[in-house]
Nanobody, 128 residues
Framework: QVQLVESGGGSVQAGGSLRLSCAASGDTYSRRCMGWFRQAPGKEREGVALIYTGRDITYYADSVKGRFTISQDNAKNTLYLQMNSLKPEDTAMYYC?????????????????????WGQGTQVTVSS
């Protein structure tokens, strides 16, 4: 069992920055891969950034590459998403996710179906 609690969302103007946090607890084996997803109203949940926690290998969606940074603090069991140069299209509910691996062949690397453990989400709103 894995528990994930996100925080750090809010409202910012375009060009601004936010840092999201995800406090994790529970089975570490099921947290080998962690990631951030987002879902805007009327749209499907999409992957933003992933990290293999044991090897610190990261992946980014093309839409956020160069602007967002995923990182972890193992001592605090916390995952972060630093978001810079925010755009109105980044507006969404952001979710933290965790599971054993990031990429199951039947789903593809960015599929939310790779993850069984989810937080409750934190809202990010970017105004123009």
């Amino acid at each position: 069992q894995v528990q994930l609690v996100e925080s750090g969302g809010g409202s910012v103007q375009a060009g601004g920055s936010l840092r999201l946090s995800c406090a994790a607890s529970g089975d570490t084996y099921s947290r080998r891969c962690m990631g951030w997803f987002r879902q805007a109203p009327g749209k499907e949940r999409e992957g933003v950034a992933l990290i293999y926690t044991g090897r610190d290998i990261t992946y980014y969606a093309d839409s956020v590459k160069g602007r967002f940074t995923i990182s972890q603090d193992n001592a605090k069991n916390t995952l972060y998403l630093q978001m810079n140069s925010l755009k109105p299209e980044d507006t969404a509910m952001y979710y933290c996710a965790a599971d054993l691996i990031c990429n199951r062949r039947q789903y593809g690397v960015w599929s939310p179906r790779n993850f069984a453990n989810w937080g409750q989400g934190t809202q990010v709103t970017v105004s123009s």
